[in-house]
């Protein structure tokens, strides 16, 4: 047989099929056993597992951003950092063994914080300890640190830091506290913060994210039940610019919500920053000029001032008079004027603590009601009318006088607001609006007229809590003759000083009515600029020029108290009054723009039973202009303060 007869030998690729498929058959062998023996051996153990682990967020209050003067330098609020100190409970401590434990540590704890800051007042002791412990779990879940102590000195820090396997459920951690300027600057007007879990039933914001907490998902957004949170003023308004993002503290938990393993933490998001409107320098020379005037007044109590760009709609100064100390809260001591009395209204209380915040009027409405009556065709610039100093309503003969029953002469619109004629405005305004319309239709021009210029609506302020006035000429208990004509010259209308001083702007400006704002600026936690809160017109009046000329010329009523002012201004004093006989009240109110011919600045002031305004207001009118002339200049140039060591004649 040739070699090419003879058969191929296949054995050594049969060999290695052969232990191919064994060692298949063993892999396989091995993961079926695998499976096996999870399934029936390890899983039970890795269902508990399952069941009684799970991983929680707890949330670490966010750092409230500050709140800055309009010089973007000046805090006016700020959140300071302190260390505090927590305890996370590892164990069940509800049995009478490990209750025993709690009070030993307690006792520990108590020891420690006397030994390293005996001088703390508020150094809580172990009973009070216990508390903070909430062993039952009764404030918080049993995974939450408990909150033993804030504010820790330097020598409490340094114990714990090095005492750590002595309290493995003890950590130090890092808060912050929110702190006011001390000179107390417009403190009704930034507000101040109170923990999250007393507001959720006070105020729908917070009761509607009480409600959403337990479907948020997202940890930055969480509120803790002992977070700040804005309660009035801009710290509320702006609460959610404010807040930041909070960290949190990721952490095991078993079946019977206890902690297990090591607390991972994310540090929380430091909050935006606003810059105010507010110019401190402004803010406190119309504090204590307020302040000044109800020592020198026998009955006045209390005083408002708002002092608002004419172009820009910015309020550099909103002065509710007395204020408190926003760092010592004490609800007893404050209770009567942690309200912003320039927007909101609060009764007159019995101790006489405070007056009626939102007063009428009175005469400071006469260039309005002239505006009215030349608008609405009832007589002409240079129409003359013979001022007997009283008006007569109704057919009963009754008399109306002017102030000091002042006799005029045949005055036009113009004199009867530098003359204050009460009886000019009934009988050319008010008697004239209702024969022209009719009763019904005459009141509602005379709302509508209201309404354009800002008195009886929303100002638009960016402050929570603004009233809007009290319209007592919708009061149909009197005839719509005596509701017009006692409206005419400010009877008839309640208003808050902050819609007086938005008034004041439109007069300034003839007819644009600005939005005012306490913020122009919001900036994030690097300082740059996010939002700029720009000038807002809300709406504007159609007058002849004519028509605002007149009542420009008119407003030059002579006062004493701006004797040796440099500038050519507008004003009007007002005295409404209130009551009769021994209950009679006289409200001071005062409204100003300056320069007359390019206004800068508009104030408005009031002070509830100050008496005459050309007395009780106007003073803080004038240093409230003399402040921003020095800060800013009336004519753009700003002046510096006046050198108060050289004598003057």
């Known amino acids: 047989m040739s070699n090419e007869d003879t058969p191929v030998n296949n054995k050594p690729s049969s ?18 056993f695998r499976l096996a023996f999870v399934q029936f051996v390890e899983g039970p153990e890795l269902t508990y597992m399952e069941t009684s682990r799970n991983t929680k967020d707890i949330p670490l209050a966010p ?17 300071e950092p302190v260390q505090s100190l927590y305890v996370l409970l590892y164990e069940d401590y509800r049995n009478d063994d490990r209750k025993q434990e709690a009070q030993e540590l307690a006792d520990e704890l108590a020891a420690v914080f006397k030994q390293f800051n005996p001088g703390d007042k508020e150094q809580p002791d172990a009973e009070e300890i216990l508390k903070r412990l909430d062993l039952e779990s009764q404030k918080a879940h049993g995974y939450t640190p408990r909150l033993v102590k804030s504010d820790l ?11 750590k396997a002595e309290y ?25 913060t109170r923990e999250f879990k007393g507001q959720q039933d006070n105020l729908d914001k917070y009761r509607e994210i009480s409600k959403s907490e337990a479907t948020e998902r997202d940890p930055g957004l969480r509120y803790t039940q002992q977070e700040k949170v804005g309660v009035d003023g801009l710290e509320f308004q702006y609460q959610e610019e404010l807040r930041g993002r909070s960290g949190y503290q990721s952490i095991d938990i078993n079946l019977r919500n206890l902690p297990e393993g090591t607390m ?13 409107t507010i110019n401190k320098e402004i803010q406190m020379a119309a504090q204590q000029a307020i302040t000044d005037e109800l020592r020198k007044l026998p009955k006045a109590v209390t005083g408002y001032a708002v002092a608002m760009e004419v172009d820009t709609g910015n309020v550099v100064a909103m002065a509710s008079m007395p204020d408190y100390d926003p760092n010592d809260w004490d609800y007893d001591k404050i209770k009567y004027v942690y309200r912003n009395g320039t ?8 101790s006489k603590k405070h007056t009626e915040s939102v007063v009428l009027l009175g005469s400071v409405i006469k260039p309005l009601s002239v505006l009215i009556g030349l608008k609405e065709g009832l007589f002409t610039t240079g129409q003359t009318y013979p001022d007997q100093g009283y008006a007569i309503l109704g057919k009963d003969g009754r008399k ?57 609506v929303s100002t638009g302020v960016d402050l929570p809590g603004e009233f809007l006035g009290r319209l007592e000429y919708k009061n149909k208990d009197e005839s719509a003759l005596t509701r ?3 409206a005419s010259f400010g009877q008839q209308g309640k208003y808050t000083t902050l819609q007086l001083a938005q008034y004041t702007t439109m007069l300034a400006n003839k007819g644009k009515r600005m939005e005012p704002h306490l913020v122009k600026e919001i900036r994030d936690a690097d300082g740059n600029v996010v939002k700029k809160i720009k000038p807002k017109v809300l709406n504007e009046v159609d007058f002849a020029d004519v028509y605002w000329n007149e009542v420009h010329k008119g407003m030059v009523t002579r006062v004493s108290s701006f004797e040796g002012f440099p500038y050519d201004y507008a004003r009007k004093t007002g005295t409404s009054e209130q009551g009769t006989g021994p209950n009679k009240k006289e409200n001071g109110v005062f409204i100003a723009f300056a320069p007359r011919d390019n206004p800068k600045l508009a104030i408005a002031v009031v002070v509830p039973e100050g008496g005459f305004g050309s007395v009780s207001a106007s003073p803080i009118a004038r240093k409230i202009f003399d402040a921003y002339d020095e800060v800013y200049g009336l004519d753009g140039t700003p002046k510096g303060k006046k050198d108060q060591g050289k004598d003057t004649e």
């Open 153 to 163: 000195n330097m020598k409490e820090i340094a114990y714990f830091m090095e005492k």
């Open 400 to 456: 109306v006088r002017n102030s000091h029953s002042a006799y005029n002469g045949n005055i036009t619109a113009r004199r009867a607001i530098e003359k204050s004629s009460n009886a000019f405005m009934i009988d050319m305004v008010g008697k004239r609006l209702l024969n022209k319309y009719g009763s019904d239709k005459g009141l509602d021009v005379w709302h509508e007229h209201m309404q354009e210029f800002g008195l009886g």
């Open 63 to 79: 750092v409230r951003g500050p709140i800055y003067d309009a010089t973007g330098e000046v805090a006016l609020a700020y959140s």
């Open 15 to 32: 060999v290695r099929m052969n232990v191919f498929f064994f060692a298949a058959f063993v892999i396989f062998s091995i993961l079926i």
């Open 264 to 276: 991972q933490q994310t540090p929380p998001e430091k909050g935006y920053s606003l810059v105010s």
């Open 484 to 486: 017009l004509a006692f």
């Open 343 to 350: 927007m909101a209204s609060f009764p007159p209380d019995d």
């Open 168 to 192: 493995p459920g003890a950590m130090v951690l890092e808060e912050n506290v929110r702190k006011y300027d001390p000179d107390r600057v417009a403190v009704q007007v930034i507000g101040y």
